[in-house]
């Protein structure tokens, strides 16, 4: 299942050229797993989602080393059919099998309590789009908002949730299970098998944080 | 129908706090026509389209004229069945009544091809989300894949088109047909009462644009 990212690192300092290129360093350590473009815009990160979030963070811990505030930007997707197969993306690891919601949630949030703290607090919102999934009922919240939901449940459960904003929800916490948070967010809601999109925002020394 | 967006701008210069201050001050005539609520990541804007995408323009052109390198990101909503209805979102003037996609796509391209430039060049990239349809046919391309591949064919005649990417499309222009671009392919596209979701970034001043 072809899976990546768009990312976008936006470090607020005059020296914000500096920030981004000694952050592209912490990719160094993934860059065998993943194949990465950049243009002025955005990297792409092509590679399976047990590596890109990992990375994701690493790029980002390093960039709000500099105590500048940073933002990183993801467009995350998985399985979209327009997108070409590629034999990087296959994951290294056994994916979560599916299962009834409630088992999903749960085994979701046991393995973000696993994850490990990396020193560095951080503020998180984002949307998750499973795409494809018809709406079930005549109130129109089966389908994709029953993921959603679901999503949400586990989210509430992960120790990370801060709060239900309009359009997305709102993480806070230590990077470590945050990233880990938007990780299980992406691979265990949405068919294992469908098309499911991610738009993240993660946000660290924030003069305006609560 | 519910509609708004989360907004982020970030200029990477040390005076961002001003930047920011001063860009805000370009939603002034648009108050009336929106809700606006602050927090430390975004800024929620809930109101109809054609008053949510020349909002952000005016924003962000504000920002843009710092000349610091600035980019707005947003994750834009219509339709969500989990949020509640708000009267300021009711549109003020008709919608695109539906139609077939040839017609969506040239009745589209016409209304930027009517769009006034502000004089400010910016690439923006976005994703489009149609959630809740269905995938119609066994190739996995009909439902929600139609209506983006429809989506595409209008950005391809819109005169914004820079590239297509993984995961989003690019564009390149004046910020006035730009925005116009972004609000067309998110009012045209997906179903007129559907849920729809975009996660648009728009950059300016890139030290690094081709």
């Keep these: 299942m072809f899976s990546g990212a768009q990312l976008s690192l936006h470090p607020m300092r005059d020296d914000f050229i500096a920030i981004i290129l000694d952050a592209i360093g912490a990719l160094e350590p993934w ?29 980002f811990v390093r960039a709000a080393a500099s105590e500048a505030h940073c933002v990183l930007h993801a467009t995350v997707s998985r399985g979209c059919p327009g997108e070409p197969d ?10 979560p099998a599916g299962g009834s919601m409630a088992e999903r949630v749960a ?20 949307s998750l789009y499973p795409l494809g999934a018809a709406d ?27 709060r ?8 806070r916490g230590d990077a470590g299970p945050v990233f880990a948070t938007l990780a299980e967010a992406f691979t265990s809601f949405g068919a294992p098998d469908g098309h499911v999109a991610m738009d993240a925002t993660v946000s660290a020394n924030s003069p305006s944080a609560a």
């Design 31 to 59: 860059r065998s797993r993943l194949r990465i473009e950049t243009d002025d815009v955005s990297t792409l990160v092509v590679g399976p989602p047990e590596a890109l979030f990992p990375a994701m963070r690493d790029l």
């Design 164 to 171: 239900s904003k309009n359009f997305c929800t709102k993480l």
């Design 107 to 126: 085994a979701a949030a046991g393995r973000v309590a696993g994850a490990q703290p990396v020193g560095r607090s951080v503020a998180a919102q984002f």
């Design 136 to 162: 079930a009922s005549a109130d129109g919240m089966g389908g994709h908002m029953a993921e959603i939901m679901g999503c949400i449940d586990f989210l509430k459960a992960s120790g990370c949730f801060e």
């Design 86 to 95: 590629d034999p990087i993306c296959a994951p290294g690891a056994a994916r």
